[in-house]
């Protein structure tokens, strides 16, 4: 079992910044592989970045270059680094921990935090 907490959303400019961070609490964190997904309002949840326990990264085409997503395991913390931030950026993010072992695939999702990109 693994209890996700997200933090650092909140309301910045078009062209600004946000580092949203994901504390990992309950089970071996540095086995799973992290995530961060969005879900704007009247829209799916869609990928934004991943990263594997082994520190492999990727990231959805409409990001690249702008965000960055990073792991402390040492912290147990997840980091989505978010520059240039745009107005369709805005939605509530959420984490994502993930793991496949022995033929079973375990999913657990945070609260996820408010990002709101306007002026």
């Known amino acids: 079992q693994v209890q996700l907490v997200e933090s650092g959303g909140g309301l910045v400019q078009p062209g600004g910044s946000l580092r949203l961070s994901c504390a990992a609490s309950?089970?071996?964190?540095?086995?799973?592989?992290m995530g961060w997904y969005r879900q704007a309002p009247g829209k799916q949840r869609e990928l934004v970045a991943t990263?594997?326990?082994?520190?492999?990264?990727n990231y959805a085409d409409f990001v690249k270059g702008r965000f960055t997503i990073s792991r402390d395991n040492a912290k147990n913390t997840v980091y989505l680094q978010m520059n240039s931030l745009k107005p369709e950026d805005t939605a509530v993010y959420y984490c994502?921990?993930?793991?496949?072992?022995?033929?079973?695939?375990?999913?657990?999702w945070g609260q996820g935090t408010q990002v709101t990109v306007s002026s």
């Open positions: 994502n921990a993930h793991r496949y072992l022995y033929g079973l695939t375990y999913d657990y």
């Open positions: 309950g089970s071996i964190f540095s086995m799973y592989d």
């Open positions: 990263i594997t326990s082994g520190g492999s990264t």
